[in-house]
């Protein structure tokens, strides 16, 4: 079993930069692909990036591509999503997640944390 607890969320002025983390309990998380989904109020839940276990593949939904970079680092048991040039309708709760396989869907991973608050404001 994984436990997982976001952090890095806050308010910031459209342009600036955010660094979320996640921190994970458990054994599984070095072999665990992870994943960071985002949403806003009154949205559906939607895709942002994943990364394989290994840190040699990562995927990026295409409203963020170029701008939000994801990592990990296994002896830190700690996944970061790395946002630069943010807009306003990237303000959302930002959730990470780990499962078996990368992917973009959220019914691919098992394990969700809290989420953690972004605001992006004009």
């Known amino acids: 079993q994984v436990q997982l607890v976001e952090s890095g969320g806050g308010l910031v002025q459209a342009g600036g930069s955010l660094r979320l983390s996640c921190a994970a309990s458990?054994?599984?998380?070095?072999?665990?692909?992870m994943g960071w989904f985002r949403q806003a109020p009154g949205k559906e839940r939607e895709f942002v990036a994943a990364?394989?276990?290994?840190?040699?593949?990562?995927f990026y939904a295409d409203s963020v591509k170029g701008r939000f970079t994801i990592s990990r680092d296994n002896a830190k048991n700690t996944v970061y999503l790395q946002m630069n040039s943010l807009k306003p309708e990237d303000t959302a709760v930002y959730c990470c997640?780990?499962?078996?396989?990368?992917?973009?869907?959220?019914?691919?991973?098992?394990?969700w944390g809290q989420g953690t608050q972004v605001t992006v404001a004009s």
């Open positions: 458990g054994r599984t998380f070095s072999s665990s692909a």
């Open positions: 990364i394989s276990w290994s840190g040699g593949s990562t």
């Open positions: 997640a780990a499962g078996p396989i990368v992917r973009a869907l959220a019914e691919g991973y098992d394990y």
